[in-house]
C-alpha cells in the first residue's frame, strides 16, 4: 500500500496518504487502518505511524472517531484549480532537467551530526511529559531560576558522577540553551577583555560566536596530541577552549601530559580552560577518558550538551562552573530566567532519573558500534585509504594520499551519491600539509544505508 525509506519515515507516510486523499484515491469518509496493522505492514514503529497521523489529523485531512479510528475528511485539491507560477510551468516542462535534479540529490550525507530520526525515544518522551504535567501542573508556569531547574542538575550531577566520574555540586551546574547560547554567558561570565584561544582547524561556531558576543580569539594549530600548546603559551590568550577526549575534526585525543601541561599555563595567571566534552558519551571501545575538570575543578569549566544523545533542535546544554565563578554567575544573572522551557527540564531529569537515558544511550551505541564497523570495513577496501579512528565520538579521519587534492575527493564522492567535507574545510587559518583528509561524520547513517551501497 504504501512505502517509507530510511529518512523522515513518518513525513513520508504523511505525505504518501495526503497524496491519495487529494487525488481522491481515499475519498471522504474511508476508514484509514489502524496503528497497529499499517505499522506491521511497513514494518515501522507505531510511533511512525502515530505521527503520521498526527499530521494529517492537525492539517485538517482526516478526523479522529473515539474507539473507532481515523477517517478522511472532504478535502478540495485548490492546487489543481490555480494556475502554476511560471517557475513550475518552466520546470514542468522539462521533466529530464527535474528528473536529473532528484538523481543528483546525495544519498549518504556525512555531515550531519544528529542520529537517525527513528532512533529517538518517541514513546518514552511522550510518556514521561504526561507524567510531568500530571505532577507538577501549574508549577510547569512558573519563573525558572537563572541557572535551570534544580532536579535537572541534581539529575546531570547524577550522571556526571556515574558516567564520568565527576564529582560536582549541583549548585554549580548551568542549565542552557544549546552550546553557543552558553558559549556567550562564559563571555559575559568572564568577560570581553579576555582573549579565547579555539582549535584550529575546528568547529566554526565556536570562534564566531565568541565574536559576535564582542570577544577576541586566536587560533592555536592541533597537532596529534591536541591542541599545541607550546603555541598557547606563547600567544595572548587568557581562556583555552578545547576538546582534549575527542577533537572535532581531527579525531585527536590529548593525553595526560599535555592535559597536565595545559593546567599548569591556566594555573599560572589565573587563566581559564573550557573543556568542551561534546561527545563523551560516544566511546565507543574502552573507558571514558578522566574529565580535565576532575584534575582541576577550580581552573576548568565542564561543558556537553544533548544533542548528540537525544537531538539537536531540543537546544538544550549545560556547563559545571568552578565554585567561584558559579557564585558569580548567580550574582551577575540573578534578575535572568533559564530560556530552556520548566516543561522540558523537568521531562529530561525525569529520563535521567528513571534509567530511560541510560538504556537510550546504550541502544545508540550499540548502533553506532555495528555503523562504525561496517564504514571501517568499506574504508578498508577503499584504494590509498588510511583511517585515523581513536574509537571516540562519531566521525573519523581517512587520508586518500593518491587523491590529488580536496577538491577531487568531494567530486568523486558527490558522483557516487556522498555528501562529506574536508579537514580544509574547517580551518580558520591557514596550516599546510593537511590535504587529503576527509572528515567522515557517522553521526546519520544507518547499517542498513551502508549495507546497500558500495560506496
Not at 46 to 59: H, K, N, P, R
Not at 203 to 215: D, E, F, P, Q, W
Not at 403 to 428: M, P, S
Amino acid at each position: 500500500m504504501y512505502s517509507v525509506g530510511d529518512k523522515n519515515k513518518y513525513y513520508t507516510l504523511y505525505g504518501e496518504i495526503r497524496a491519495d486523499i487529494l487525488r481522491g484515491k481515499l475519498k471522504e469518509g474511508d476508514r484509514l487502518p489502524s496503528k497497529r496493522a499499517l505499522a506491521a505492514e511497513l514494518g515501522v514503529s507505531v510511533i511512525t505511524v502515530q505521527l503520521a497521523y498526527d499530521q494529517l489529523l492537525a492539517e485538517g485531512y482526516i478526523r479522529s472517531k473515539e474507539r473507532s479510528g481515523y477517517f478522511v475528511e472532504a478535502v478540495t485539491d485548490y492546487s489543481a484549480a490555480k494556475p502554476a507560477s511560471r517557475v513550475l510551468q518552466k520546470e514542468s516542462a522539462d521533466a529530464p532537467q527535474a528528473e536529473k535534479t532528484d538523481a543528483t540529490q546525495p544519498q549518504i550525507d556525512l555531515t550531519r551530526g544528529s542520529a537517525p530520526v527513528n532512533l529517538f525515544p518517541f514513546s518514552v518522551w511522550a510518556r514521561l511529559m504526561r507524567g510531568v504535567l500530571a505532577d507538577c501542573g501549574e508549577h510547569l508556569l512558573e519563573r525558572v531560576p537563572c541557572n535551570g531547574d534544580k532536579g535537572l542538575r541534581t539529575a546531570i550531577a547524577s550522571e556526571l558522577y556515574r558516567n564520568r566520574g565527576i564529582d560536582c555540586d549541583p549548585e554549580n551546574i548551568v542549565i542552557g540553551g544549546g552550546a553557543e547560547h552558553l558559549y556567550g554567558v562564559i563571555v559575559q561570565l568572564l568577560g570581553r577583555d579576555n582573549v579565547f584561544a579555539v582549535e584550529n582547524p575546528g568547529y566554526g561556531r565556536i570562534s564566531s560566536t565568541y565574536a559576535l558576543n564582542g570577544a577576541k580569539w586566536v587560533p592555536i594549530p592541533v597537532k596529534s596530541r591536541g591542541m599545541d600548546i607550546n603555541k598557547l603559551q606563547n600567544s595572548s590568550a587568557t581562556v583555552a577552549h578545547v576538546s582534549p577526549a575527542h577533537q572535532f575534526p581531527t579525531g585527536a585525543v590529548m593525553p595526560v601530559s599535555e592535559r597536565t601541561r595545559m593546567i599548569e599555563w591556566a594555573a599560572d595567571g589565573g587563566k581559564i580552560i573550557i573543556e568542551d566534552d561534546y561527545d563523551s558519551e560516544f566511546r565507543l571501545t574502552g573507558k571514558p577518558l578522566q574529565s580535565m575538570f576532575s584534575l582541576c575543578p577550580e581552573r576548568v569549566i565542564y561543558m556537553n550538551t544533548f544533542s548528540k544523545s537525544l537531538a539537536p533542535s531540543m537546544r538544550m546544554g549545560y556547563m559545571v562552573l568552578p565554585p567561584r565563578l558559579a557564585q558569580k554567575y548567580k550574582s551577575v544573572f540573578k534578575s535572568s530566567a533559564s530560556i530552556v522551557p520548566l516543561f522540558e527540564q523537568k521531562t529530561l531529569a525525569a529520563m535521567l532519573d528513571g534509567g530511560h537515558f541510560e538504556r537510550h544511550l546504550s541502544r545508540l551505541k550499540n548502533h553506532y558500534r555495528e555503523v562504525r564497523r561496517l564504514l571501517l570495513a568499506a574504508l578498508a577496501n577503499a584504494e590509498g585509504c588510511e583511517v585515523a579512528d581513536t574509537g571516540s565520538g562519531l566521525h573519523v579521519l581517512a587520508r586518500f594520499s593518491a587523491a590529488g587534492g580536496d577538491e577531487n575527493i568531494k567530486k568523486e564522492a558527490e558522483r557516487r551519491g556522498v555528501k562529506l567535507k574536508c579537514l580544509t574545510d574547517y580551518f580558520l587559518s591557514p596550516i599546510s600539509g593537511m590535504e587529503n583528509y576527509a572528515v567522515i561524520n557517522y553521526s546519520s547513517l544507518t547499517a542498513e544505508m551502508l549495507k546497500k551501497t558500495d560506496n
